[in-house]
């Protein structure tokens, strides 16, 4: 599957990556405390910033190796007992060439942005992340460190604002104790931090107090320490999010022609954040709510083998969601589809991290795996769903954890238990294992949907599902990596093994009875004075078996990715591969003499361009050989997605994505996909802005070229359309007003090509914190 992306955003994330290292040896940083008022606009007129502590954010890290700042910037720091106050004059020599809008809040990681990265517990694991635009857009996350992964999904509760000035620009911004985990004493602490700037222009800068050692892939692991916070409070720490959800929906049946049915509903809904400690937080929910806020961006689901996957957006699952990471997914809470109340405590004590929650679910939703292909599935029954994870730091360069879920139902059960381990070999070198066991039952209902057992041997249209009618079933699964990550050269090898009744229903693990081993090498050049600043040479090899050793898959391939002028950036893979169809007959579970196998050669291609300030281009593509595995034959591929963002104005910005997909098999093309996502937004202000959403999938079958399957039509067209107000006081004090429709076409609908709606709703959702 082949998406664009936004390419600056992404190239901003990866700059404030992290991952692990060993602690500065830099004079810390002594932070005062002073008590003062302070007015969010900007203007740093307020006598106490003359008392704070000053730091210089004057050195290149990246993409240049620690050389002067082109621009000065200066930060200044104080805390008083109850939030850590900061403010950064960033001074530019052409402020007319600033790249920042008004736009929703963490949407502009792309922008001009001053911020800093957090460390509370100074122990190189989970960092937070605060970030604030010319305008006083707020960007906040929280980068991992043990699953080398960052995410911007969390939403914190602070005050931040800025103003362009003549000379650049200026912000100031407080992150209240209530927000953070740490350990809470009358001591002196020291956490980790690190002052940056990202200054896009013709490349773009990550400008920091700090210098970074190319030979350490962990950022996080290289900060500055900070000294003080000796009073230091997070108070009563409650924070109390009732909210309402009022809706009107209209279903009707537009293949019989039928009148609209109305169902209205208005919900209740409670949030709770309790900091028992500043290192133990208790939450509860009750009847969280996110599917009429935000449209899901499209995806290509025609000749898939792979159910798609979508990021969790409740404030109840990404509260502290980093305790519940391991190297294998195993919590993927968009699997909760429905809950009516839920549970979760977080909490870290000295070297222990823990993390637990339950929640009941007015029905399942699941992955069914398989080694070729898996499908998403529900069981019409309430569940319930919980998870544990526990983790040991022994010290700085090993840890252990301990990862426990669970799924019930009615004559339904699966717990996953598993331990994992990281070892930091040396400052590039990092050895990660896991080993998991499950234990699962499938409801008879389920069985039968998938198989029929009028003989002696049931026939199961899914492989996996074959002999799941006799009560629960158990198996293994393993997986080991080992990473050498330093200036020039990164090594990655994996093995993982995943057992054929392995299942791991509340994670995202998509294939059982399979085994994988890959191995990654990558060269990079970096250059301080040329048009371009980082280039990577890269191959890979990787091979797939069942536990038949039955091969799957064997791909090699060669890659080339260039950083240029103008923000840009190219990226081309060529990739040899052999790969399976599905299954002739798919009662029986064995590949060997039970497929084809098909060698394909094909191009990825990804690049980006920002000409402008206001303007970029990105395009993304796939051409050469595929698999129609529909009909079981081998055909060729034509992917490619261009998207387009356009700030036309500071306030109104353009997002136009289109995706193109069509699959050629014996001289005539079997299918061709489009997808067309269409955002146009207007921001008043940092806290509200009027959204219009529509997204257009138009699949075209040719049922002249397409032997082996019976189509009931040879086209569907689907229209979503989304017009949605949003009033953010904060993350959870909300207001939002919005209708949404659906309208669907294919010639069951009717002989007139004609898109007819099938469903509308009209929703309100208002939500208040109470802190």
């Known amino acids: 599957m082949i998406l664009p992306r936004r390419s600056a955003t992404v190239l901003a994330t990866l700059m404030l990556f992290c991952s692990t290292a060993f602690p500065s040896l830099a004079e810390p940083i002594i932070i005062p405390n002073i008590k003062a008022d302070i007015t969010f606009d900007g203007e740093l007129n307020e006598p106490v910033w003359q008392q704070a502590k000053h730091v210089s954010v004057n050195i290149v890290n990246y993409p240049y190796e620690n050389t002067p700042s082109p621009v000065q910037t200066d930060a200044y720091i104080f805390e008083d007992g109850t939030q850590i106050y900061f403010a950064f004059i960033a001074q530019d020599p052409n402020p007319e060439k600033i790249q920042a809008f008004i736009r929703d809040r963490d949407d502009a990681f792309s922008d001009d942005i001053v911020g800093i990265k957090l460390d509370t517990f100074n122990n190189h694991r989970l960092a937070y992340k605060f970030f604030v635009n010319p305008y006083g857009v707020q960007n906040d996350g929280i980068d991992n460190e043990m699953t080398s992964q960052n995410s911007n999904l969390w939403d914190g509760i602070w005050d931040a604002n800025g103003k362009v000035t003549e000379h650049g620009y200026q912000v100031e911004f407080a992150i209240p104790y209530r927000e953070l985990n740490f350990e809470e004493s009358d001591d002196i602490k020291t956490w980790g931090i690190e002052l940056l700037r990202l200054y896009p222009r013709d490349k773009v800068l990550r400008i920091s107090n700090i210098e970074l050692d190319r030979n350490d892939p962990c950022w996080t692991c290289q900060m500055d320490e900070m000294q003080g916070f000796e009073q230091a409070k997070i108070g009563k720490n409650l924070l109390v999010t009732p909210s309402v959800v009022a809706k009107v929906d209209e279903e009707r049946d537009v293949y019989q022609n039928e009148d609209w049915q109305s169902d209205n509903d208005a919900e209740l809904g409670l949030n709770v954040r309790w900091g028992i400690t500043p290192d133990v937080m208790l939450n509860a929910t009750i009847n969280p709510d996110f599917s009429n806020v935000e449209a899901d961006a499209g995806q ?46 977080t909490g870290k004590l000295d070297k222990q991290t823990f993390g637990f929650f339950m929640t009941k679910d007015n029905f399942t939703s699941l992955i069914l795996p398989g080694n070729l292909y898996s499908l998403p599935d529900e069981i019409n029954d309430e569940s319930y769903s919980g998870a544990l994870r526990y983790r040991y730091d022994v010290n700085e360069n090993l840890s252990f954890g301990l990862t426990s879920t669970m799924r019930s139902a ?362």
């Open 300 to 345: 290509l689901s025609v000749n898939k083998t792979s159910a798609l996957f979508f990021d969790e957006k409740r404030t109840f699952f990404l509260d502290n969601s980093e305790y519940f990471s391991s190297p294998l997914n195993l919590v993927y809470t968009r699997n909760i589809t429905d809950p009516d109340v839920g549970a979760k405590i």
């Open 410 to 771: 009615d004559q339904y059960h699966n717990y996953v238990n598993a331990i994992d381990a990281k070892y930091k070999m040396s400052v590039s070198n990092t050895l990660i294992a896991q080993v998991l066991t499950s234990d699962t039952e499938y409801p008879v209902a389920l069985y039968e949907k998938w198989c029929s057992n009028g003989s002696a041997q049931d026939e199961c249209y899914l492989p996996s599902m074959i002999n799941k009618n006799q009560g629960s079933f158990t198996d293994q699964a393993f997986n080991l990596e080992f990473e050498h990550d330093s200036e020039n050269w990164l090594f990655k090898t994996k093995y993982l093994a995943i057992g054929e009744d392995f299942r791991a229903d509340l994670g995202y693990l998509p294939q059982v009875d399979y085994n994988e081993f890959t191995t990654t090498i990558n060269r990079t050049v970096y250059s301080d004075d040329t048009f371009w600043s980082e280039m990577i040479f890269g191959g890979e090899f990787q091979t797939s078996h069942n536990d038949d050793g039955d091969l799957i898959n064997k791909r090699s391939s060669i890659s080339y990715t260039i950083w240029g002028p103008w923000q840009s950036l190219f990226d081309v893979i060529y990739s040899h591969e052999e790969q399976v169809g599905l299954r002739y007959d798919p009662n029986l579970s064995a590949i060997d003499d039970n497929t084809s196998l098909f060698e394909l050669d094909y191009v990825d291609l990804y690049m980006s361009i920002q000409p402008r300030a206001d303007l970029m281009f990105g395009f993304s593509s796939r051409i050469g050989d595929s698999i129609d595995y529909t009909n079981d034959r081998k055909g060729e591929l034509i992917e490619f997605a261009p998207d387009l963002i356009w700030n036309i104005t500071t306030h109104l910005e353009l997002e136009l994505m289109h995706v193109y997909a069509e699959l050629e098999a014996d001289n005539d093309y079997v299918y061709r996909e489009n997808i067309t996502d269409f955002r146009l937004t207007y921001a008043f202000n940092v806290n509200s802005f009027l959204r219009l959403t529509m997204v257009y999938n138009a699949t075209d079958y040719n049922s002249n070229n397409n032997p082996d399957i019976i189509i009931d039509s040879n086209y569907h067209d689907n229209l979503s359309t989304q017009l949605l107000y949003s009033y953010k006081l904060n993350p959870q004090t909300v207001f939002f007003l919005g209708y949404s429709d659906n309208s669907i076409d294919n010639e069951l609908v009717g002989e007139k090509k004609e898109l007819k709606q099938n469903q509308r709703t009209a929703f309100l959702k208002l939500s208040y914190a109470w802190m």
